[in-house]
């Protein structure tokens, strides 16, 4: 298994980034996908669900209303927009399959206030 999560990066408080998971080693478009976050000193901590199809999702209610997470399973990718940041927002992403496989290496998102 393979995952590898890009589109982090440096974003003022208030704006928005589009992580983007690729994802190998499992037939991807039978499996739930979700979206992690650990910040520094704490937990790994769980961020959004998305069902093998896209029917269902599902949010911590920490980002409900402002994160949205989407899957392509033709490209076999996962997404997760992030709208109206926040300080608390930063921490290292990342996406598994849901059984958890192997952790990829996840992808910096850094909110300034």
């Known amino acids: 298994v393979q995952l590898v999560e890009s589109g982090g990066g440096l974003v003022q408080a208030g704006g928005s980034l589009r992580l983007s998971c690729a994802a190998s080693g499992r037939t991807f478009s039978r499996y739930t996908m979700l979206w992690y976050r650990q910040a520094p000193g704490k937990e790994r901590e769980f961020v959004a669900r998305i069902s093998w199809n896209g029917g269902s999702t599902d949010y911590a209610d ?36 849901y059984p958890n496989a192997d952790w990829g290496q996840g992808t910096q998102v850094t909110v300034s206030s």
């Open 62 to 97: 920490s980002v409900k209303g402002r994160f949205t997470i989407s899957r392509d399973n033709n490209k076999k990718l996962v997404y997760l927009q992030m709208n109206s940041l926040r300080s608390e927002d930063t921490a290292v992403y990342y996406c598994n399959f």
